[in-house]
């Protein structure tokens, strides 16, 4: 065979490949675009479909990963497990829709920061209080921390037997550079209107401002005193027969149970989720960029932005 024919059969070869890979990127991102342009006319921008039942049912609200702030996802982005702003609306539009006849709110989450964790357990006191619906709470594999506090939002818990859960508290993390600074000569200094104002001196006291207000959210939750919370408020986490000894939670049992015991007490038999589009395209570069091999400046970046929020987190660390 003639050089010029193999090369021939060579250019023709990667060209077919080319346009078969093409070919397949081309189909998912009109896919992606075809479900997105759907979602727009269910959800309004809301960002998830609602297509609930036309009679009663019970919403499940699920809590799922750690409590933090809804990042918007791009066409290539793998959204976070947990949807915080996705979530409230999704609970508003539960308290508009009178088939609704209760939340089962399934939780499975170390916590997270201390500002979404308790936007969402207020949010699910107004669905209560304007509703007058009530709330049931399944734990799962954790409720712990921000996990737990949600939680504090329902009329009855129900606990796996494996779940972990309490972790009352607070915890703010990151890296003390003062030994850095001075080897450099840089000095940090702040000029402040008061005692708590600089957070990155953060001060027992002011910590305990954070720890105060969980232990009052327990404290209301489960008909506890502040003293018989504080008791149980220094960080520890308990096993679901320990949670149910220390009056943390109401039940312990499978998820089967409790929905058949909800479905009896309510009068009602059909549950409805949240619905979510996914998303092709990111999940694709997900699975590819998880083979590809990492820098150890990646690896050090990663590492520092998980260890050095600064932010205030209702968090069990331990459970990662």
């Keep these: ?13 990667i060209l077919f490949i080319v346009i078969g890979v093409s070919s397949v990127f081309s189909n998912a991102a009109a896919n992606q675009m075809r479900e997105e342009e759907l979602v727009s006319l269910v959800t309004d921008g809301s960002g998830f479909s609602f297509n609930p039942p036309m009679g009663d049912y019970i919403g499940i609200v699920e809590v799922v990963g750690t409590i933090e702030q809804q ?3 791009g066409v290539f982005d793998v959204p976070q ?14 308290m508009m829709d009178y ?11 170390p916590g997270g920061t201390v500002y979404e964790s308790e936007e969402l357990y207020l949010k699910l006191l107004e669905y209560k209080e304007y509703t007058g619906n009530p709330i049931w709470v399944y734990m799962a594999h954790y409720a712990a921390s921000g996990g737990y506090m949600v939680s504090m939002s329902a009329d009855k818990i129900y606990a796996n037997p494996n779940t972990t859960t309490g972790s009352i508290g607070v915890i703010m993390s990151g890296y003390d550079m003062s030994g850095l600074y001075e080897k450099l000569g840089i000095r940090y200094f702040s000029i402040t209107s008061g005692e708590y104002k600089d957070s990155s001196k953060m001060t027992q006291e002011q910590m305990a401002l954070y720890q105060e207000r969980f232990v009052e959210i ?22 679901a027969k320990q949670a149910l000894s220390n009056g943390l939670i109401d ?5 089967e149970d409790m ?39 990646q690896i050090l970046k990663e590492t520092a932005a998980e260890m050095e929020s600064g932010v205030l987190m209702y968090y069990a660390e331990h459970l990662r």
């Design 71 to 73: 990042e918007t996802a």
């Design 251 to 255: 039940e312990i049992g499978l998820y």
């Design 81 to 94: 497990s947990y949807q915080h702003q996705s979530t409230l609306d999704y609970i508003d539009r539960l």
């Design 259 to 297: 929905t058949s015991e909800m479905c009896t007490e309510l009068g009602v038999s059909e549950f409805y989720s949240m619905e979510t589009t996914e998303n092709v395209l990111a999940s694709l570069f997900a699975k590819v960029e998880s083979m590809m091999p990492k820098s150890d400046s």
């Design 218 to 239: 327990v404290s209301a939750g489960r008909d506890m005193s502040a003293d018989e919370v504080k008791v149980l408020a220094d960080g520890r986490t308990y096993t």
């Design 99 to 109: 088939n609704n006849k209760g939340i089962l709110l399934y939780v499975d989450s």
């Design 1 to 13: 065979m003639k050089k010029k024919q193999i090369i021939g059969m060579v250019i023709a070869a």
